[in-house]
């Protein structure tokens, strides 16, 4: 169980501490001495925010360290304008702000949301960030009252969204994508 | 094979002949005599349209229909105006105008879409309009530039979107739904 674990906890329920949204921020302010590679040694903290002026060049890094394949930077932006939510997560050190994990969902406002684009830095992994990350975007989606949170995941990573209470196929029901040409 | 069908062809890309985009208007004009129960003798044509002004409780007859559940107008509404795209198919005879199958599709505008709510009134079902709608909305989609068009299929219908080229967990990628309190 690693060190965020322990802090953030294993229960059911975002159990990082949410402040009043100020300027996109929801963080959660935990003040530690993270054992995250990218944070040696002084006191720093995890944020996140709903703010989605985000530096899409620091977003890009963030998705190339996982190793996903580039988006033209004016797509990405457009996206993310068009996301019904975008949920970022910090490493703040003193002034300096870290950009660590992102996610977001696309949604109808009202009944179904979707989540995309879940990732957490390599350097951060194994630390439950992940789940930390998951946790704020369901209950920001909760508080919009969607009923339906839905998303497709990618075959390593189904426990770790089962873990979070979402079930695969249920009911049957199959995730299905258009592939043109595809017969 | 309906009587539909054969005039929608089954190859592949929307058959439907589309119109100049014209306050919404989408459509299709085809004249014919349609054997649908719903339209006994006279002559009548297959609209699709975009334009989501629609009567929202012609709509709610539309989905009571088939045996939906039923959900508050207001909600409706409010997912209509936040749907990225909303395609619905009339049968017209004359100045009469019948809304006899609807679709929609969430999106972040870019990468990703997702089809939902997809309906034919019993009266016209196993004619080919259903497969004639999912065209329709996939070409408005693709028109729009989004690579990544994905649904959620109940066991049921699994098949009749596999025919239009949705392909269910490729390459593992499994569909999942948030319930809270799951575990
Ligand atoms: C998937 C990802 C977001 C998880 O973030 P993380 O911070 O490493 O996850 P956490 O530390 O919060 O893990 C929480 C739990 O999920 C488990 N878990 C984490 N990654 C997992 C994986 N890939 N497969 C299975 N379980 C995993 C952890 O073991 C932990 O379980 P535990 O509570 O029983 O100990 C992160 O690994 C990542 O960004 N991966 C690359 C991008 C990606 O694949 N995104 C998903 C696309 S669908
Ligand atoms: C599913 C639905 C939209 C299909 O519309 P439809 O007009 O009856 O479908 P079509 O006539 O265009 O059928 C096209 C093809 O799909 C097949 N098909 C239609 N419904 C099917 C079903 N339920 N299961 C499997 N195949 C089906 C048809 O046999 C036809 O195949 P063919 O080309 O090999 O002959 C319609 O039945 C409906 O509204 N059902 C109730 C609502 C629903 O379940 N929606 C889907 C929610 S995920």
Chains 1, 2 share one sequence.
């Not at 100020?22 to 903290?45: C, E, F, P, Y």
Request: net charge positive; with cysteine; proline share 4%.
């Amino acid at each position: 169980m690693g060190f965020w674990k322990s802090l953030f906890g294993s229960s059911n329920g975002a159990s990082a501490q949410t402040l009043a949204p100020a300027n996109g921020s929801i963080g959660t302010a935990l003040s530690i001495s993270s054992n995250g590679r990218g944070s040696k040694s002084a006191q720093s903290k995890i944020t996140f925010s709903k703010d989605r002026e985000i530096d899409l060049y620091e977003l890009e890094e963030l998705c190339d360290a996982v190793g996903w394949s580039r988006r033209p930077i004016r797509k990405v932006k457009k996206a993310l304008k068009h996301s019904f939510i975008v949920v970022s997560m910090w490493e703040q050190r003193g002034s300096y702000n870290r950009l660590i994990g992102f996610s977001r969902a696309t949604s109808d406002h009202t009944f179904n949301a979707t989540i995309w684009d879940v990732v957490v830095h390599p350097d951060f992994q194994g630390q439950g960030l992940g789940k930390a990350l998951m946790k704020q975007i369901i209950k920001e989606l909760r508080r919009e009252d969607i009923s339906n949170i839905t998303l497709f995941a990618d075959p390593h990573v189904v426990n770790f969204y089962r873990d979070l209470g979402f079930m695969p196929d249920p009911e049957g029901i199959k995730g299905m994508f258009w592939y043109p040409n595809f017969r």
